[in-house]
């Protein structure tokens, strides 16, 4: 019943169709026709010379000394300028909560080939290693860095309006082998999400190299005490909460920063 669902009819009727197709191409391509419409994201994934045709992105954390967290950010503000002459930043964040003296950024590339030319431009640019790179380089504890597909039944657009502040970025592990299943569930209760009218997700990307089975879930808030509260009525929602629980099933650890964007980033 779509009352169970809390879902419309169109949105129904496309559930339905997604339970007779077995293929994860075949739910994908049923899906996009409910989220294309109630999702605001950020970069579309059509066009793109990765794998697929699909683009790649970049999710780089930088753990920063300390005592030299204000400097690195200053330069940041000052220079970032000359890094996103070479490829398109998405989002540029310092962690808040869930991770201390910490920078977190993702950038997008065409494919593999389009981010190894990136990367040796920058090794060209004299005024990128001698005004920022060279300099901050001995600020730095610690980089990691992940590559990541986006979902493919998430349809992007190319930017997003709206101011947010406040930006949630969730990590799942998920158990070998069972992201397909982790999918299809989520699938099943995200469009009642959609339909309560909170800030929908920004980005959901699968991991390709660095953690495996993994996927990123980018969420927006007004503030921190917004995202709260919202974290309480969305578990009043019998459709989600049971949705939630069967999820996290196939998920072996959660993972969650709060993130303010900096004054660059793309995604404020």
Known sequence: RSSDLNI????????????????????????????????????????????????LYELRTYSIKPARVAEFLKMSNEHMNLRMAHSKLI????????????????????????RTAVRKALAGDKNWIEMFASKVLP???????????????????SNVDKSFGTYELVTHTVQSGMVPQYEHRLLQGLPTRLA?????????????????????????????????????????????????RDVMKFVQSTYVKILVPVPFSPLK
């Not at 540029?92 to 494919?111: A, K």
């Not at 990123?216 to 049971?242: C, F, G, T």
């Open 91 to 114: 989002g540029y964040w310092t962690c808040e909560l869930g991770g201390l003296n910490e920078v977190v950024h993702i950038w997008e590339y065409d494919s593999f080939s389009h």
């Open 139 to 157: 600020m730095l504890q610690a980089q990691h860095n992940v590559v990541m597909y986006l979902a493919p039944w998430f349809e992007h657009k």
């Open 196 to 244: 309560m009218n909170y800030p929908k997700p920004l980005g959901i990307w699968y991991s390709d190299i660095g953690p495996g089975s993994t996927v990123y879930q980018l969420w927006p808030h007004e503030s921190q005490d917004k995202r709260a509260e919202h974290q309480i009525k969305l578990m009043e929602n019998d459709v989600w909460r049971e949705t939630f």
């Open 8 to 55: 419309n009819s169109s949105q129904f009727l496309t559930y339905i169709l997604m339970q007779a197709v077995s293929s994860r191409a075949g739910r994908a391509l049923a899906w996009k026709r409910v989220l294309r419409t109630s999702v605001a994201p950020l970069a579309t994934t059509a066009g793109g010379e990765g794998a697929g045709g699909r683009k």
